[in-house]
């Protein structure tokens, strides 16, 4: 009998200890000399977004001009508004012409009052619901950041192509096209929000990345090869572990009465 108690007990460890579903999703497009990517993730009721935009970073085809400059990412997900809770740098991301900021910005990581979530997606963009952006034509949201940051620039967030983001690398461009002049992201940017529980990445549709300064300017449809990436381990179901308390308690009863 102690031996099925201990198989038991095994079993239910190695349930209680399995990995869990959680997942990531990578989504990406280019098109028109532009390209971009965002990875999903959903843990339990937090949804965590990286947002890269993959041009090339200098030579033929860098970005020269604020319709170059990737400035938001449009979703379908769920059907409630969520709430933005932190927008910060990542992987190397850095801001680039720190001179151009009003409010000291060498070193900072946290770009949280640079960019604004909205529920309500964009009426240009065919079955989106949310939307993120660092530039004015956010749904809502559009006069401050809302991820927990300061703001860094005046006017008031969101306003022009300000902290757009360009390649990791991105040589700055000293032409007419209005980039030398404005605080940049140079990177990735990692956005948390919380959620309702119950969504998952197999949820996320009509993926857009958007950008410059103005509604429909430059528009990347994403698409993703279902490459998934599981992560973490499972909280155990109260079940579980009432399950495992029941076999211990059996394999303790069990080794008192061999010893009586």
């Known amino acids: ?134 530039s004015g034509y956010l749904n809502a949201n559009t006069s401050a950041g809302n991820f927990n940051g300061i703001n860094y620039d005046s006017p008031m967030a969101l306003d022009g192509i300000n902290f757009g983001i360009v390649p990791d690398g991105w040589t700055p461009y000293q032409g007419n096209g209005g980039l030398d002049g404005v605080a940049l992201v140079d990177g990735t940017v990692k956005f948390v929000l919380k959620i309702p529980k119950g969504l998952s990445e197999s949820d996320i549709k009509n993926v857009y990345f958007t950008y410059g300064t103005s509604a429909n300017e430059n528009t990347l ?15 155990p179901e109260p079940a579980t572990l009432s399950m495992l308390g029941l076999a211990m308690a059996g394999l303790g009863y069990r080794l008192r009465r061999r010893k009586s």
Do not use: K
């Open 1 to 134: 009998m102690s031996r099925c108690l201990a198989g038991l007990i095994t079993v239910l460890t190695l349930a209680v200890c399995a990995p869990s579903a959680g997942a990531t999703v990578l989504f990406s497009a280019s098109g028109g000399g532009l390209s971009a990517s965002a990875s999903f993730t959903i843990s339990g009721s937090y949804l965590t977004i990286l947002l890269t935009n993959t041009d090339v970073a200098n030579g033929a085809g860098e970005p020269v001009s604020a319709a170059e400059v990737l400035t938001g990412l449009f979703f379908n997900l769920g059907t409630t508004t969520f709430t933005p809770l932190s927008a910060t740098l990542v992987n190397g991301g850095q801001i680039i012409q720190t001179a151009n900021c009003d409010v000291s910005c060498v070193g900072s990581t946290n770009v949280g009052g640079e960019f604004s979530y909205a529920s309500g997606g964009a009426s240009w963009l065919s079955g989106t619901n949310q939307g993120i952006s660092s």
């Open 221 to 235: 449809h994403a698409t993703t090869n279902g490459s998934v990436t599981t992560s973490g381990t499972t909280v």
